[in-house]
């Protein structure tokens, strides 16, 4: 075969898998037999930074949750918090619990990608920050992480953790989360809602859900507007769903689809509870009507919830790029979002 013929047979075969999308490929994953994915991608992880006398100006530690499960959280700490805490003026800092994305399957708490992202959040909402590392489908499918998020909560309200119990105002609590952490921070903030006096102390003030990962049926118009967008293509949410939900399940199972469940139960605890909620969004994301359609329905059940949705970004610009534009507008809004529910 001729060199030119090979370049030909190269060029034609990538351009008919362009048309043809391979959403394993995509993801740089494989399924195994045993319904396991071997991940051919690793991610880079970022080791904590616990160290006092460091001139880092967010300290980080890991702390085991359940030993007999595995799970564990990255804390995030102002350094200046530590260094002050012995002055009269000291005050303690909001605590937000945060999910990290990737599509239920990808990533950890010690990802470089989201631990970037915290310590921006931290170092600039002045915030303590428990980044949790949940357990990831196909191999633990949901309720698994939903699971690990509400375990969370009850390991914060117990623990003799000093960066917690001296650092963190227990009373000023928000749930938080990107993609799939923001599906993950509504559906545990709605289990919470239902069980909020086995939380005390830890009360929480609100949600804020950043670019959260929902999903349906029925196709929105935003997803088939952006049907082919390179960055996060249809067949890649199709394909994170089918491994993330119970077996059997389609996408309007109510963790995936919140309007299919007559969520009005759910909505109306955070409604009672006068929870704030924050939505995060932009146009190029694919996943913006859901978004949208969310905070409508919590609207129509007079839940306190604010829609920042703007701008033509892709999902994925607020962690991607935690000290631009999007970013700074998130931190600020989480700034404003701890004077409004403070009493
Ligand atoms: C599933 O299969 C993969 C690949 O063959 C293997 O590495 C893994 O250990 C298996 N896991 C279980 C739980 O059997
Ligand atoms: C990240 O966490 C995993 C356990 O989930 C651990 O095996 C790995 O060593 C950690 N990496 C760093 C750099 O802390
Ligand atoms: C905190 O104090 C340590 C020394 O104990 C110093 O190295 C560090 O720069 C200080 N950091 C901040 C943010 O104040
Ligand atoms: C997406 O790509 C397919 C195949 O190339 C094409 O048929 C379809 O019209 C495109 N959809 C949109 C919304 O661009």
Known sequence: ?????????????????????????????????????????????????????????????????????????????????????????????????????????????NSTYFHDFCVQLV?????????????????????????DALEALHWIRTTEDKWLTRFADYSN???????????????????????????????????????????????????????NDTNLPQPVTDLMWELSLPVGADRDHKYSNPTVDKGSKGFDHITRLGWKVIVFGCYGDPLIDRQIDLAKSLQKHHAHVEGHFQGEDKHGVFVGQPTKGKAIELYDTIKTLFITTQN
């Open 1 to 109: 075969m001729s060199l030119s013929l090979i370049v030909f047979s190269l060029l034609f075969l990538s351009g008919a898998h362009s048309t043809a999308m391979d959403p394993y490929k995509f993801l740089h994953i494989i399924l195994n037999p045993n319904g396991t994915i071997t991940r051919l991608e690793k991610h880079p992880e970022t080791p904590a930074t616990p160290d006092p006398n460091s001139h880092l100006p967010v300290l980080s530690k890991d702390l085991t949750i359940n030993p007999s499960r595995n799970t564990w959280a990255r804390i995030y700490l102002p350094h200046q918090a530590l260094n002050h805490s012995s002055s009269s003026s000291f005050t303690q800092l909001p605590i937000i619990v945060f999910y990290h994305g990737g599509g239920f399957i990808f990533y950890a708490a």
């Open 173 to 227: 609590c928000y749930l938080m989360g990107e993609s799939a952490g923001g599906n993950i921070a509504y559906n545990v903030g709605l289990r919470a809602a239902a069980e909020v006096d086995q939380l005390e102390p830890v009360k929480i003030k609100g949600l804020i859900l950043v670019q959260p990962f929902f999903g349906g049926v029925k196709r929105t118009s935003s997803e088939e507007r952006l049907a």
């Open 123 to 147: 170092q600039r909402t002045q915030s303590v920050v428990v980044s949790v590392n949940y357990h990831l489908a196909p191999e633990h499918r949901l309720p698994a992480a939903y699971d």
